[in-house]
């Protein structure tokens, strides 16, 4: 299967950690792989790594 790409944009940013937030659909997100460099307001693009339906959170990867 090819992989999943979509456009999120960064709501929370920090040295340690980034968050982001698609506006199209009712989905939040943790950047787990290379949030370096990035600023609250940027639009990426993401790769979906992992979801967990119970817990409610999904884990993505910067592909720009």
Same mark, same amino acid.
């Given at each position: 299967?090819? @992989?999943?790409?979509? /456009? %999120?944009?960064?709501?929370?940013?920090?040295? !340690? =950690?980034? %968050? #982001?937030?698609?506006?199209?659909? @009712? &989905? =939040?997100? !943790?950047?787990?792989? =290379?949030? =370096?460099?990035? /600023? #609250?307001?940027?639009?990426?693009? &993401?790769?979906?790594?992992?979801?967990? &339906?119970?817990?409610?959170?999904?884990?993505?990867?910067? #592909?720009?």
């Amino acid at each position: 299967m090819s @992989p999943i790409f979509f /456009d %999120y944009i960064i709501i929370g940013a920090s040295f !340690k =950690e980034s %968050y #982001v937030r698609h506006l199209g659909m @009712p &989905v =939040e997100g !943790k950047l787990i792989h =290379e949030f =370096e460099g990035i /600023d #609250v307001g940027n639009w990426i693009r &993401v790769q979906l790594i992992f979801i967990d &339906v119970i817990g409610g959170f999904t884990d993505l990867s910067n #592909v720009d």
